[in-house]
């Protein structure tokens, strides 16, 4: 991974939700899938676990650059019709936003 900006807090925990805009690509630049204009909320735990990893280490207003092996991804699985078994993902994600959950 590569930070490219920290943000500020808070530093989202698995039980937060979490605003993001991203692009994923696959290593020879085919677009995967993206959301740049709208932001998209998920809870963090519910995301690959590359990015549940990832998105820790930065805050609200941070984005970092992720190499994900499938792994941490969709495995030797894949995703049917998407991505291939054992897939290396790329992502850019932006952390629009952190919601806090009690």
Known sequence: Y????PGTTPVPDLNDSVDVLYKGTLLNGTTLDESQ???????????I???T???QKIAKGGQIK???PSSLC????????AVEPNTILYFDVK????IQMP
């Open 2 to 5: 590569e930070i490219i900006n």
């Open 37 to 47: 204009t709208t932001t998209y909320r998920s809870e963090l735990n519910d995301f």
């Open 49 to 51: 676990d590359g990015w």
């Open 53 to 55: 990893i990832g998105l």
């Open 66 to 68: 992720m190499v994900i």
């Open 74 to 81: 969709y495995g030797c699985n894949g995703l049917p019709g």
């Open 95 to 98: 952390l629009v936003d952190v």
